[in-house]
């Protein structure tokens, strides 16, 4: 999990995708962590991407990691309504205050990815399974 967060946090931004009805959506994130050996991300339930999960937890990101090399991941997405979880992520990106103020603001949304798979690939090399 640690190689996946690392990689993506080289990159500083990604995209997830989610489905909305029949139609793909695409969003930049930068916030990724490790807790309890799972990928953590954060969102506000009131926004389109949490009701989407909400309607299809299946996810996938991507993110480019140097000129030729990128790396996707997906999974499903569960959301931990955890106390734990969500002080963790305040922790890791102390802005979160700034916008949701504390961890406990019923609008802020923590969830991670169940059976993830990650695939490094390159424009020169065979694709590299890490998860």
């Known amino acids: 999990m640690k190689q996946v967060v690392d990689l993506v946090r080289k990159a500083g931004v990604f995209h997830i995708a989610t489905i909305d009805g029949d139609h793909p959506r695409v969003r ?3 916030f990724i962590m490790v807790f309890e050996d799972k990928l953590y991300f954060t969102t506000a339930n009131q926004k389109n991407f949490y009701k989407q999960l909400q309607k299809n937890p299946n996810v996938e990101f991507s993110a480019m990691i140097d000129e030729g090399k990128w790396i996707r991941v997906e ?3 569960i959301f931990d309504g955890s106390l734990a979880a969500k002080k963790q992520a305040f922790e890791v990106f102390p802005n979160f205050k700034n916008i949701y103020q504390s961890p406990d603001n019923p609008i802020f949304e923590v969830f991670y990815l169940e059976s993830p798979s990650a695939v490094l690939y390159s424009m020169t090399e065979a694709p590299q399974k890490i998860l």
């Open 28 to 30: 930049p994130f930068g």
């Open 75 to 77: 999974g499903k997405a």
